[in-house]
């Protein structure tokens, strides 16, 4: 008889996991309510900003994460990252200028920028080689959970309670993350820990990039390019169809992540990444077309459903990948080139999105429809490289 696998939801496992729904919780809970926020202050030419300088601080604060996650430690930089959402979401009832409120979101992107760089390689530690998929996806059903509760919640208090409040809630989240973080074991060897100095922060080109996840890297860049059109986007096209909730949209693509996620973790693990990948980016593609007809909350609706397959079957895989790629003893850079990836991805689509939009509703199917492009991309590279891109090669 052969031993059953031991349990993949051990006590570290689960924290993790609990920490990372607050963590999503806390961030993505303000998101639906930024666009009217900002424009409020006089601001509404710059929405795309919102997202844009978001992930401009994550990208470049997620060298430095990587190198200090594989120097300092797991937990400290998991901490970190949820330190700054817990201070950002004080300070923005306290600012009431345009460009206060662009700074402090490019310092919030800092805490995007730090902990999932931290969580993803504390994954690579604890889960054996072969339930690298199972866990991502594990842990991505809290953290796509918090993520779709996060939108609905931030909402309701905004049209209950006010913004402010919305905002301290958010801040009270992330202190929770906090204090979860502060209970984990250390998993990086005492061997490979470096005393804390300025010298951490020189980073170079090896710092920066891990050549073996290329292939990630370039399949991350063109599948988010839609996550930062849509995050950009929904709000405005929410109140177009007709829809009071702008966190709806969020709310039920994440919803559909997270029952992909629950019955299929482990299909990367069985059928492979590549095979999965395609076929995730065939269905965010079909998700983005719809996006452009998008005229009616049926199509609005449906659009979300198939977003929600085509991410809770990618960013599982994409991590997986990743982790089968990268340097066994610099997963933190391996895990952060796949996330610099991610947020230029996630910036260059907001950023675009916003200047195409300007406000104007007509203008509001082409950001959709070049992310659909993008999309067919990804299909077609991990297509036609598939041989080659299942080595690593």
């Known amino acids: ?50 997202i ?34 817990f201070i950002c979401g004080g300070l923005y009832p306290l600012m009431h200028t345009v460009q206060g409120f662009l700074f402090l979101r490019f310092i919030h992107g800092m805490s995007t920028g730090t902990k999932p760089t931290a ?24 953290t796509a959970t918090g993520m779709s509760i996060g939108p609905a919640i931030g909402s309701f208090l905004a049209s209950t309670y006010g913004l402010d409040q919305m905002f301290y809630i958010s801040s009270v989240f992330a202190l929770a993350s906090i204090l979860i973080v502060s209970r984990m074991k250390e998993t990086l060897p005492k061997a490979m820990k470096s005393r804390f100095s300025l010298s951490l922060f020189r980073i170079g080109w090896k710092d920066v990039f891990e050549p073996k996840v290329i292939p990630v890297f370039w399949v ?21 169809v007709g829809w009071t909730n702008k966190g709806l949209y969020f709310t039920i693509y994440t919803v559909s992540s997270i029952v992909i996620r629950f019955f299929f973790s482990k299909a990367s693990d069985q059928y492979g990444r590549i095979p999965v990948l395609i076929f995730g980016c065939f269905m965010l593609s079909v998700s983005m077309f719809l996006l452009v007809f ?11 459903i198939i977003y929600g397959i085509a991410w809770g079957f990618n960013t599982p895989t994409l991590a997986a990948w990743t982790n089968d790629l990268g340097d066994k003893n610099h997963m933190g850079r391996a895990m ?24 104007v509703a007509s203008q509001i199917p082409i950001p959709f429809l070049l992310a659909a492009l993008l999309s067919l991309l990804a299909f077609l590279l991990l297509w036609t490289k598939k041989r080659n891109w299942t080595y690593g090669i």
């Open 52 to 85: 844009a300088l978001f992930t401009l601080a994550a990208g470049f604060s997620r060298p430095f994460s990587g190198k200090l996650t594989d120097h300092i430690g797991r937990i400290p930089i998991m901490a970190f990252g949820s330190l700054v959402c």
């Open 220 to 240: 991350m860049l063109f599948v988010s390019f839609s996550a930062g059109a849509m995050i950009t986007l929904i709000p405005d096209t929410s109140k177009v």
């Open 1 to 50: 008889m052969t031993s059953a696998k031991p349990s993949l939801y051990t006590l570290s496992f689960l924290l993790l996991c609990l920490s990372n729904f607050l963590f999503s919780a806390s961030f993505s809970m303000i998101i639906p309510e930024l666009p009217d926020y900002l424009a409020s202050l006089g601001g509404k030419e710059y929405i795309g900003y919102t």
């Open 119 to 142: 969580t993803a390689a504390y994954v690579a530690d604890i889960i054996p080689e072969d339930r690298r998929g199972e866990a991502q996806g594990g842990l991505g059903i809290f």
């Open 294 to 304: 998008a005229a009616n909350s049926y199509l609005l609706i449906i659009s979300a």
């Open 336 to 359: 952060a080139t796949m996330y610099i990836a991610l947020e230029a991805g996630i910036g260059i689509g907001a950023y675009v999105s916003g200047e195409i939009y300007q406000g």
